[in-house]
């Protein structure tokens, strides 16, 4: 079967660093989202990994290792505005081509 | 408009009722899908159309109805619904029906079923 896990809640502080890990088994892979969801919202892509390594973009971090099946998600510098769910998604190849969604991280930003 | 838009934003019905969700691209793609998304539960991805045609159907139950007239609208028909189908749901298109391109959301229907 296909899983994704990631934690259901984070907390952090204004201005500090946080990272949102995701682990995965599938069944083919071909990459890695990360959509940020404000309550109420739609979701909207902040980054997507097919090699492994880290892919930086403004305060947003991302990496990926394809051996381990993990990924996580660096938040730098966090704002108040940073307070969302983090949803890990898989691109899968393998039999069907589609995307499979984890839980979402419900990230909680204090000042 | 730009992106993905949803309507009606908020929805409430009663088991009997029959009502529709309409969304609408305006980003030029060639493939739209439905997902239901409930409290503590991933994305569930509902249905998939691909330049109009229905290529995924993931075990839907049939009191949800796609309807795709072109490559901009996509429908969702209700009838007889259960209060478990309360969620949100979500319309997303991408460029093409490939698992490596970028989906992009609507803002979703919140649905009540009393």
């Known amino acids: 079967g296909q899983n994704i896990d990631q934690p259901t809640e984070m907390t952090a502080t204004e201005g500090a660093i946080v990272q949102i890990n995701c682990t995965y088994q599938t069944s083919g892979f071909n990459g890695l989202f990360w959509y940020q969801q404000h309550a109420g919202e739609a979701p909207t892509f902040l980054s997507y990994?097919?090699?492994?390594g880290l892919e930086e973009k403004g305060r947003f971090s991302s990496f990926l290792s394809r051996s381990k099946g993990y990924s996580y998600l660096l938040l730098k510098e966090l704002q108040m505005k940073d307070s969302a769910s983090y949803l890990c998604?898989?691109?899968?190849?393998?039999?069907?081509?589609?995307?499979?969604f984890g839980t979402g991280t419900r990230l909680q930003v204090f000042p | 408009e730009t992106g993905v838009t949803q309507t009606p934003r908020h929805l409430v019905m009663g088991m009997t009722n029959k009502k529709s969700l309409k969304c609408e691209q305006h980003?030029?793609?060639?493939?739209m899908y439905w997902y239901k998304q409930s409290a503590k539960k991933p994305l569930e991805l509902m249905f998939v159309y691909s330049l109009e045609e229905r290529v995924e159907n993931n075990s839907v139950p049939s009191r949800f109805s796609p309807e795709c007239p072109n490559s901009s609208h996509l429908f969702l028909h209700l009838h007889t619904l259960q209060p478990e189908d309360s969620a949100l749901y979500l319309c997303?298109?991408?460029?093409?029906?490939?698992?490596?391109?970028?989906?992009?959301f609507g803002p979703g229907t919140r649905l009540t079923v009393l």
């Open positions: 980003l030029g793609h060639n493939a």
């Open positions: 998604a898989v691109s899968l190849s393998y039999n069907t081509d589609k995307l499979i």
């Open positions: 990994n097919v090699l492994d």
């Open positions: 997303a298109s991408s460029q093409a029906w490939d698992s490596t391109d970028t989906q992009y």
